[in-house]
């Protein structure tokens, strides 16, 4: 099953690099949406993809209207710490979008706010912990969608 991996507006390279490999190990296509924290060709994000940036499926975009005009027929689902389904509900389906906000404070509400039925969060099981690594996070959903 191919899937999306999106990310908004991604702030930390290696958390990228990672996820690009992520993406290429798992079949999926990468979509990355400006602006990062941080410029695409720098060294901890090849240090973090190794040298396989060059073999991924990435598809870059100018900004979240862009990305959404673009992608506004495919089936999306997004992730965040405000979902109020769990990761494992999703009804994964091949070719489906699955999209993550940057680090530091997640999908901005202009998104949460108009899909608050595809809003998905993986659960944490500690009050001591807001939200997972980007890179962690990603993996755990790809990983369950490729199960179905």
């Not at 900004?63 to 027929?73: A, V």
């Not at 509900?89 to 979008?97: E, R």
Request: hydrophobic share 40%; net charge negative.
């Amino acid at each position: 099953m191919a899937l999306n991996i999106v990310l908004i507006e991604p702030e930390i390279p290696n958390n990228t690099g990672n996820i690009g490999r992520l993406a290429l190990g798992s079949g999926c296509n990468l979509h990355l949406v400006k602006p990062f924290g941080f410029e695409i060709d720098d060294s901890r994000l090849k240090r973090a993809g190794l040298d396989y940036w060059q073999h991924l499926s990435v598809t870059y975009y100018d900004s979240i209207e862009q990305f959404l005009e673009i992608n506004k027929d495919e089936n999306m689902v997004f992730l965040s710490s405000h979902g109020t389904q769990n990761h494992w509900d999703i009804p994964f389906g091949d070719n489906m979008f699955l999209v993550f906000g940057k680090e530091s404070v997640g999908l901005p509400k202009s998104i949460t706010k108009i899909h608050p039925d595809k809003l998905y969060k993986i659960p944490l099981y500690s009050k001591h912990v807001r939200s997972l690594n980007l890179a962690n996070a990603v993996s755990i959903v790809v990983y369950e969608g490729l199960k179905h």
